[in-house]
């Protein structure tokens, strides 16, 4: 299990600083991620990925619940209203239509409309990327939380 923590640094030689730090402490590479302006050249830095960047899982999720329910609410009324299609239609037509409905509603909500917005937890820290620093997303093992939190605030004890 993992911890998502934000640390906003003053430049990129401070995230190199704060890198080999961590990779001393045993920390994988692959748990780092950096953010920046566009314009910033992270260097030798892990960039954020899209799913860091955007709204894409959160996207996902509420494109799976609402098609998934409104899926589950067409799949009733056909069911109840057998006129409409001239039959009665069978009982797993209801999960039928859920099953389609969250699968469109995934696909439209996630990469479409949720992959061009903002991740929403980065933005009280959009001044500060746009003014120059740069914000390390470090995915932290839960039982090293506080021990990393330590170790980065002694050395930059300004940072979030």
């Not at 479409?112 to 620093?133: A, C, D, V, Y």
Request: aromatic share 8%; proline share 7%; charged share 20%.
């Amino acid at each position: 299990m993992s911890r998502r923590m934000y640390f906003l640094l003053p430049d990129v030689e401070a995230g190199e600083k704060i890198v080999q730090e961590l990779l001393i402490s045993r920390i994988e590479e692959k748990r780092l991620h950096f953010l920046g302006r566009r314009d910033t050249d992270m260097k030798s830095l892990p960039e954020a990925t899209p799913t860091h960047k955007t709204g894409l899982i959160r996207g996902l999720y509420i494109g799976l619940i609402s098609g998934s329910v409104t899926g589950l609410l067409a799949g009733l009324y056909l069911y109840y209203h057998p006129e409409l299609i001239g039959m009665q239609a069978p009982p797993y037509v209801i999960f039928v239509c859920a099953f389609v409905g969250a699968i469109i509603g995934a696909w439209i909500s996630g990469p479409l409309i949720g992959g061009s917005s903002p991740n929403t937890k980065l933005i009280p820290f959009q001044e500060s990327l746009n003014n120059g620093k740069i914000l390390l997303i470090l995915d932290a093992p839960t039982k090293r939380t506080e021990e990393l939190r330590e170790l980065i605030r002694s050395h930059y004890p300004e940072s979030v």
